[in-house]
Antibody
Framework: EVQLLESGGDFVQPGGSLTLSCAAS????????MSWVRQAPGKGLDWVGS????????AYADSVKGRFTISRDNSKFTLYLQLNSLTVEDTAVYYC???????????WGQGTLVTVSS | EVMMTQSPATLSVSPGERATLSCRAS??????LAWYQQKPGQAPRLLIY???TRATAIPARFSGSGSGTEFTLTITSLQSEDSAVYYC?????????FGGGTKVEIK
């Protein structure tokens, strides 16, 4: 059974930084591309970025490009999202998801909440 | 960027009736279209990918159709547990984008 467990969400001031983690189990982690998707309170889903299984290549939404970085440690079965220069607009629940046969979210974690506020 | 537009915003349907949800893409996305169900306080759940392929363990009352720019999610014989927000998402190219969602309410 695929399990994804996000952690690292916190309350942070504007301009601050945070690192989110997504611990994976139940599948061959290094073979699966992964994505981060966020959801602001009461709003819809918003793609953040995706990374290939080998971690060599990643793609980002324009809204986070240059501020957020996706990485992974396949030896630790863990996906990361480094968030820098945070703004109040980054307040959201952040989900990690596995890639299916296409770039859609096959399995999802339960999410971790990031709150950016002064 | 491909814009995804869902309609209606809210749909109220009686138990046992059919619900029809629409998703329109601003340009062709071929069949690279997924549908998700999200209940309050829960993560999204994949229902359909490839516009019409049901994901694992998804009941047969959920079906998807369409290609190009017009897509439909149909829920036949609606059940109380189908009350949720439904999102479409294209994965034809970058950036991936989602529709704004359709909230399905049970009358």
């Amino acid at each position: 059974e695929v399990q994804l467990l996000e952690s690292g969400g916190d309350f942070v001031q504007p301009g601050g930084s945070l690192t989110l983690s997504c611990a994976a189990s139940g599948f061959t982690f290094s073979s699966r591309a992964m994505s981060w998707v966020r959801q602001a309170p009461g709003k819809g889903l918003d793609w953040v970025g995706s990374i290939l299984g080998d971690g060599v290549s990643a793609a980002y939404a324009d809204s986070v490009k240059g501020r957020f970085t996706i990485s992974r440690d396949n030896s630790k079965f863990t996906l990361y999202l480094q968030l820098n220069s945070l703004t109040v607009e980054d307040t959201a629940v952040y989900y990690c998801a596995t890639r299916g046969s296409g770039w859609y979210g096959d399995d999802w974690g339960q999410g971790t909440l990031v709150t950016v506020s002064s | 960027e491909v814009m995804m537009t869902q309609s209606p915003a809210t749909l109220s349907v009686s138990p046992g009736e059919r619900a029809t949800l629409s998703c329109r893409a601003s340009q062709s996305v071929s069949s690279s279209l997924a549908w998700y169900q999200q209940k309050p306080g829960q993560a999204p759940r994949l229902l359909i990918y490839g516009a019409s392929t049901r994901a694992t363990a998804i009941p047969a009352r959920f079906s998807g159709s369409g290609s190009g720019t017009e897509f439909t999610l149909t829920i036949t014989s609606l059940q109380s547990e189908d009350s949720a927000v439904y999102y479409c998402q294209h994965y034809y190219n970058w950036p991936l984008t989602f529709g704004g969602g359709t909230k399905v309410e049970i009358k």
